[in-house]
């Protein structure tokens, strides 16, 4: 009998150990990107006016990053920077160009992203929101660029509208019931929603990697009136917006009008909020959070569209500027980061990063090599509690093509910003976001020296693009 329990024992301990043994699974990947939501817009950032619990609750259980930036000012071109790996001095794709008669310019067959190293691995890849980087059928197409499924808007100019006439899924063409920009039946936004929360479902026993570009609160200022809507209904002071109403001449590009904008914008952020809790619901019911790394973030500062108010709201965080600026509120983006086991709760980091740095962050938690054509750096080690061993940038890099073109650099405490750099008499701003983190004073003249060096990063940072060209214009 005693030898029987001691071999049953050993039994035990042999299997024991060996569970201790298997290595965890690769994590999950939940990537949340907001569209034109500000810096300022949810509550672990400073906003007064609109409730955020469940990103509030993300912050406190993972990382808060105060001095993150997005890849660009507009959607395009930082969705780029995002998924390539490259600042728009390199990326693809550098401006918003639209392509007849639905989609935008695509994405390069040369062109990698890194869910296409994430599904090379072994991940099952989703997205599910907002593509605008190369229509069904070119080499732009989500399927063509790492995802197995894509469901959504893959136009971003239909994302205008949330009761759009069709969505796509995959290569399918979706007719949304009762809506034909003279009747509102189907909120878009609810259904991709759906979509998402299927996605991690169904792939809840293999890695995942779940791109969720959700199209809050992105203009026009639409959405049921539910309990999102109606928590601030006739809570502000309100000035109505004149747009071009859903009926007979209504266009896929158009904003309604708005009777409420500011109620409707703050139910539309409420709404996002609650997105992102049935995301982490899912996680929690499917037991995936402890091995699933989420991020929460927005693709540029806050936009004035469509009747929005960022200045009431205080959009952008009493920062400078909004979308189409490359001051602080038009590109410093709220940035949060979970991972159970692995990140600090409640942890807080001035890390100077951008959406390039999440290619090679995220193949590192992958346990995938580093791509070699990337402008980032991996910030793992920030994440795992160890800044003094993290890599910093000797410089971050933007440029925008629109309104006479922009270039901006930040190098450590300085931040220079060059105005119609694509015209012949160029303007070159420089500030300490030290001293000055609201770029009040141009500190140019005081500091010659400083402007020199970060022109010089400047013209180190961008190579012309034939298909987005920006020094060609000086000439003209």
Same mark, same amino acid.
């Given at each position: 009998m005693k030898k029987k329990f001691t071999l049953g024992l050993a039994m035990v301990l042999v299997v024991t150990w060996g569970i201790a043994q298997v290595k965890p699974s690769k994590p999950n990947i939940v990537f949340i990107l907001a569209d034109d939501l500000g810096y300022g817009d949810v509550g672990c950032y400073g906003q007064e006016k609109i409730e955020t619990p469940h990103i509030d609750q993300l912050a406190r259980q993972g990382m808060r990053f105060t001095q993150f930036y997005a890849g660009a000012t507009v959607c395009a071109p930082s969705r780029s920077s995002l998924l390539t790996g490259q600042h728009t001095g390199h990326t693809f794709i550098r401006g918003n160009k639209e392509v007849q008669p639905e989609g935008q310019y695509p994405l390069a067959d040369s062109v990698q992203t890194f869910a296409q190293l994430l599904q090379q691995s072994g991940y099952r890849t989703g997205a599910f929101g907002k593509w605008g980087l190369g229509m069904v059928g070119t080499s732009g197409a989500p399927d063509k660029k790492g995802f197995d499924r894509f469901f959504g808007y893959n136009c971003q100019r239909q994302s205008h509208r949330y009761y759009p006439t069709h969505l796509w899924d995959n290569d399918r063409k979706v007719e949304l019931e009762g809506n034909d920009l003279a009747q509102k039946a189907t909120y878009a936004p609810q259904v991709i929603q759906q979509k998402a929360l299927e996605f991690i479902e169904q792939n809840k026993d293999r890695p995942f990697f779940a791109f969720i570009p959700v199209v809050l609160p992105h203009?026009?200022?639409?959405?049921?009136?539910?309990?999102?809507?109606?928590?601030?209904?006739?809570?502000?002071? *309100?000035?109505?917006?004149?747009?071009?109403?859903?009926?007979?001449?209504? &266009?896929?590009?158009?904003?309604?009008s708005i009777a409420d904008p500011r109620a409707t914008f703050a139910g539309m952020v409420s709404r996002l909020d609650g997105y992102v809790g049935e995301v982490l619901a899912k996680l929690d019911e499917l037991g995936l959070s402890e091995n699933t790394l989420v991020i929460f973030s927005s693709d540029n500062g806050p936009h004035k569209e469509g009747g929005?108010?960022?200045?009431?709201?205080?959009?952008?965080?009493?920062?400078?500027? =909004?979308?189409r600026d490359l001051y602080e509120g038009g590109i410093r983006v709220p940035f949060i980061v979970r991972w159970p086991g692995q990140v600090t709760p409640d942890s807080q980091s001035d890390f100077n990063g951008a959406f390039w740095d999440i290619v090679p962050t995220l193949v590192a938690v992958a346990?995938? *090599?580093?791509?070699? =054509? &990337?402008?980032?750096?991996?910030?793992?080690? &920030?994440?795992?509690?160890?800044?003094?061993?993290? *890599?910093?940038?000797? =410089?971050?890099?933007?440029?925008?093509?629109?309104?006479?073109?922009?270039?901006?650099?930040?190098?450590g405490k300085w931040k220079a910003i060059r105005l119609n750099a694509r015209t012949t008499r160029p303007v070159t701003e420089l500030y300490d976001l030290e001293s000055d983190p609201r770029e009040t004073t141009d500190l140019a003249a005081d500091h010659p020296d400083v402007v020199t060096q970060l022109e010089a990063y400047m013209s180190r940072a961008h190579r012309e693009s034939e298909v987005f060209p920006f020094q060609s214009r000086k000439a003209e």
């Open positions: 203009a026009e200022l639409q959405g049921p009136d539910d309990a999102h809507y109606r928590r601030y209904k006739g809570q502000f002071e *309100e000035h109505p917006h004149k747009g071009q109403d859903y009926g007979p001449n209504a &266009t896929a590009g158009g904003y309604a929005a108010d960022p200045d009431f709201f205080n959009s952008s965080g009493g920062l400078r500027g =909004y979308k346990g995938l *090599e580093r791509p070699r =054509y &990337t402008d980032g750096i991996s910030f793992l080690p &920030t994440l795992m509690g160890k800044a003094d061993q993290q *890599e910093q940038h000797p =410089y971050l890099y933007w440029e925008f093509h629109e309104l006479g073109g922009r270039q901006a650099i930040r190098s």
